[in-house]
């Protein structure tokens, strides 16, 4: 499984960025999916997940302000960041799992500041 994420890039405070993450080689609809972030210095940490049937969790950091989604049919996934802080600066991944298999992109930068 290959994971390509894009989307990121330099956005000021209470800006807006979306973020794909595109599968390859895959059945994309079988795998939970997941945003995760890590800042410099920091561990990596779960921003937010979808299931296979569309549930989806969230990060306290996050609610009301991030939203993701999946599109089986291109085999996407996306997440919607709206109301951005300088806190929400960090390297975001892609993340994909399945009964244990997990898979990694290569993480897209997001840079929050004015």
């Known amino acids: 499984v290959q994971l390509v994420e894009s989307g990121g890039g330099l956005v000021q405070p209470g800006g807006s960025l979306r973020l794909s993450c595109t599968a390859s080689?895959?059945?994309?609809?079988?795998?939970?999916m997941g945003w995760y972030r890590q800042a410099p210095g920091k561990q990596r940490d779960m921003v937010a997940i979808i299931t296979t049937d569309g549930s989806t969790h969230y990060a306290d950091s996050v609610k009301g302000r991030f939203t993701i989604s999946r599109d089986n049919a291109k085999n996407t996934l996306y997440l919607q960041m709206n109301s951005l802080s300088p806190e929400d600066t960090a390297v975001y991944y892609c993340h994909a799992n399945y009964i244990g298999q997990a898979y990694w992109g290569q993480g897209t930068q997001v840079t929050v500041s004015s």
């Open positions: 080689r895959t059945r994309f609809e079988i795998y939970v």
